[in-house]
Nanobody, 116 residues
């Protein structure tokens, strides 16, 4: 059974930092494209950052230069370091493991709130 468990969300002031973690079980994070998505109220879920199987990194334009994705293969954990957080970054953040349409897994989400 595949499980993705996110942690590290919470409240932070504008300009602050948070580090999200996604612990995977039942899969190896090196076998999947691992991504972080977010969904703000009333908005569609969007891809923020991803690390592909071979290690290539992807960042959404809004995240580039502020967010950094990292995978620890030994721990089967993927991290998202978020710096210079802004109100617009407030959302539920989801971890995703994608290999095929049938092997596409989601975590339960973790809330990130940026507020003064």
């Amino acid at each position: 059974q595949v499980q993705l468990v996110e942690s590290g969300g919470g409240w932070v002031q504008p300009g602050g930092s948070l580090k999200l973690s996604c612990a995977a079980s039942g899969i190896s994070v090196s076998d999947y494209r691992m991504g972080w998505y977010r969904q703000a109220p009333g908005q569609e879920r969007e891809l923020v950052a991803a690390v592909h199987r071979a290690g290539q990194l992807y960042y959404d334009t809004a995240a580039k230069g502020r967010f950094f994705i990292h995978r620890d293969v030994a721990k089967d954990t993927v991290y998202l370091q978020m710096n210079s957080l802004d109100y617009k970054d407030t959302a539920v953040y989801y971890c995703n493991a994608w290999l095929t349409e049938e092997r596409n897994y989601w975590g339960q989400g973790t809330q990130v709130t940026v507020s003064a």
